[in-house]
């Protein structure tokens, strides 16, 4: 017998749910689903406001207590929404809500190692040791398989975020000391390294990722629980420094956005070379522009508070030059090695690197300093494009070093006259003079018709 072709063809169920009627407002909660991280903001306000102070030895284990069994609650959260509904998309977010609870856990940990460091060690080991099992029972109890390549770089910066606080312990009782100081500054160092762990992983490509026993896809997992791990760590920088630098006065504070320098160029690196292994342009340009950003945030934010000063001078000393001029060298480093790479736009980016020292000398703190251009970098900038230029045979790059050559002469001949009409009073009345010669014999030459009549002579045979 012959199917009826009339029959209706059956609609196969779908995964999405079916919109809410009502409102904007309440399809959006219904969609959005805000209440797991009201939740969680609400327990951590309630916490900090019952047991923040940690004086008393209740109030350590009331803080830890209470951090670690609503950190459980969301688990179980995860557990419940996977393992007995199916429902993969509210789940994402629990995780990240559960990585926020370790991460504020060992910020908690912060106060308890000022006032008493024996007993803040333990509840830190104990903290990471917390973290670690109950993110393998998770992971587990979900069935979401997180590749050893991954998991690994994740659990190296919860033991960055818990056990470096212990690393800074024994330098508290001298505010003024350089170790000290050096080590606030290491933690962005630190956090960078940690994060160049994930090299492995980004060269294994999205194929590293595919059968992970949920339905995300790639690159928002695994990628978006180390895009808050990211955040998490410029917060980091900044509380260690505020809550391990015992100084008479808040008002004083070390910290300044240089210090995430070295983190953020780790970060362009992966940026780098995810770019490169998605064959992506886009995420290559972002990449190459992010080392230009830090650069930026290295000249800015500097304060006349005499702590700042004091490492501020420290640095200077040990790496040769003021933060906006390490970081251009280091952006110009990076640039080098994304030329490497064969990273289109790197030598261009790389001859602006170069350029750019001819006005940030090694005393240039803010990028309102520049100074007066230098011809060494310059000619280096005209010398790396001619080479590129005979590389590749685009001529428009001897058209670029021209152009930086005439920009320098111009402003090298701007200072060179600056000086002179130190000394020369009429200077202005005398060069004016010698522009408007040429311009008058032009006039005339018009005027007699002298131009039309060499424009209209007929050109000189050749035999």
């Not at 199916?86 to 629990?94: A, C, E, S």
């Not at 020369?424 to 060069?431: N, S």
């Amino acid at each position: 017998m012959s199917s009826d072709a009339s029959a209706p063809v059956p609609i196969p169920p779908t995964s999405e749910p079916t919109p809410f009627a009502g409102s904007p407002l309440w399809r959006w909660v219904c969609t959005s689903n805000p209440f797991y991280v009201i939740s969680a903001a609400l327990f951590l306000v309630g916490l900090r406001v019952s047991f923040g102070a940690q004086a008393r030895d209740i109030d350590s284990w009331a803080l830890t207590g209470g951090l670690a069994g609503y950190t459980l609650l969301l688990a179980a959260a995860a557990l419940l929404l996977v393992r007995f509904a199916g429902v993969w998309n509210d789940v994402r977010t629990v995780l990240l809500l559960v990585v926020l609870m370790f991460l504020a856990t060992s910020v908690t940990f912060d106060e308890l190692l000022v006032l008493d460091s024996a007993r803040g060690r333990w509840f830190c080991v104990g903290g990471l040791a917390f973290a670690v099992a109950l993110t393998e029972l998770l992971l587990r109890g979900i069935g979401l398989r997180f590749p050893l390549l991954f998991r690994l770089p994740y659990h190296l910066a919860l033991a960055l975020f818990f056990l470096y606080p212990l690393a800074l312990v024994p330098l508290l009782r001298d505010p003024h000391s350089e170790s000290l100081l050096w080590g606030l500054w290491g933690f962005g160092p630190a956090a960078g390294l940690v994060f160049l762990t994930l090299l492995p992983a980004v060269r294994r490509g999205r194929e590293y990722t595919r059968d992970n026993g949920s339905p995300w896809w790639w690159p928002y997992y695994p990628w978006s629980v180390f895009v808050f791990l990211a955040f998490a760590v410029c917060g980091r920088a900044f509380l260690l420094c505020w809550s391990f630098h015992l100084l008479p006065s808040p008002d004083h504070l070390v910290f300044g956005p240089y210090f995430l320098a070295p983190f953020g160029l780790a970060l362009a690196v992966l940026l780098l070379e995810l770019g490169i292994v998605e064959r992506s342009r886009v995420t290559q340009t972002i990449a190459l522009v992010v080392p230009i950003g830090l650069t930026l945030i290295s000249g800015i934010g500097h304060r006349a508070d005499s702590i700042y000063a004091e490492f501020l001078d420290h640095f200077a000393t040990r790496f040769g030059g003021t933060p906006l001029f390490v970081a251009l060298g280091a952006a110009g480093a990076f640039y080098l090695y994304a030329w490497a790479r064969r990273v289109p736009l790197a030598a261009e980016f790389l001859t602006a690197a170069v350029a750019a020292l001819a006005v940030v000398r090694p005393v240039t703190l803010e990028l309102t300093g520049a100074t007066a251009p230098h011809a060494g970098p310059l000619v280096a900038a005209v010398v790396l494009q001619a080479w590129v230029w005979v590389w590749r045979r685009e001529w428009w790059r001897m058209a670029l070093g021209a152009a930086v050559v005439v920009a320098w002469g111009g402003a090298f001949g701007c200072r060179a006259y600056l000086k002179l009409r130190e000394e020369v009073a009429g200077l202005d009345y005398l060069a004016l003079s010698l522009v408007l010669l040429p311009i008058a014999v032009l006039i005339s030459l018009a005027r007699g018709g002298a131009l039309d009549r060499w424009r209209e002579r007929p050109p000189t045979p050749t035999g």
